[in-house]
């Protein structure tokens, strides 16, 4: 079975800087997809970035960035230049990626606060 | 309309009695997941349809739960003999195929609480 933790309950940052967020998992498995999701206050949830695990290029989308180190199963988020809108709940997620279908693991999320 | 439709928004019950939430998910999309969110436990699968095969049900924490989708769209789930434990928002998703993108559009939730 799959695992994921996030291991900061709560962050806050200052508009305009820079913060990382912090995750890792845990399997046996070699290919994989790792993603972030945004749950903004009483709003729904979204994808906002996603990683091939076969793929050793770090993902990019605009301010958002990761940081994939396979070998220590780590896949932190950094936000670039943070606007109040970013305010949410972040969760990691794993899935195999493996035939006929997968779910996702998801971890207990981080939220998230930007302030003035 | 667009998105995945969730209803009721909010739910309160008695404990015992029987609840059914139902999710509208994205025209098209042949799959559908239901997932249990509990205050700092995070996302927890609970079940999963995808076109006509039969459901993934290995999520769901007890045969008080229950789910079905009618012809391959609409979903309920449904709860019987509710407990507090059972207060959680339940989230639907839905995506256009099963598989490897990953990219789950969710609703906004159904937030049942059990008195």
């Known amino acids: 079975a799959q695992t994921v933790t996030q291991s900061q309950p709560e962050m806050s940052v200052q508009e305009a800087e820079t913060v990382t967020l912090s995750c890792t998992y845990d399997?046996?498995?070699?290919?994989?997809?790792l993603f972030w999701y945004k749950q903004p206050p009483s709003r729904q949830m979204i994808l906002v970035i996603r990683?091939?695990?076969?793929?050793?290029q770090n993902a990019t989308e605009n301010r958002f960035s990761v940081n994939f180190q396979k070998a220590a199963k780590s896949f932190s988020l950094k936000i670039s230049d943070s606007q109040l809108g970013d305010t949410a709940m972040y969760f990691c997620?794993?899935?195999?990626?493996?035939?006929?279908?997968?779910?996702?693991?998801f971890g207990k999320g981080t939220m998230l606060l930007v302030s003035p | 309309g667009a998105g995945v439709s969730q209803s009721p928004s909010n739910k309160v019950t008695e404990k015992g009695k029987d609840v059914e939430l139902r999710c509208d998910p994205i025209?098209?999309?042949?799959?559908l997941y239901w997932y249990r969110q509990s205050l700092g436990q995070g996302l927890e699968f609970l079940i999963y349809?995808?076109?006509?095969?039969?459901?993934?049900k290995s999520g769901l924490p007890s045969d008080r739960f229950s789910a079905e989708r009618t012809g391959g769209s609409v979903s309920t789930l449904t709860i019987q003999r509710t407990q507090q434990e059972d207060s959680a928002v339940y989230l639907c998703?839905?995506?256009?195929?099963?598989?490897?993108?990953?990219?789950?559009?969710f609703g906004e939730g159904s937030r049942l609480t059990v008195l």
């Open positions: 349809f995808q076109g006509n095969s039969a459901p993934d």
């Open positions: 998703a839905s995506s256009f195929q099963s598989g490897n993108t990953g990219e789950l559009f």
């Open positions: 997620a794993f899935m195999k990626s493996s035939l006929p279908y997968s779910t996702l693991t």
């Open positions: 399997t046996s498995e070699n290919n994989y997809y």
């Open positions: 025209s098209g999309h042949t799959a």
């Open positions: 990683q091939e695990a076969y793929k050793q």
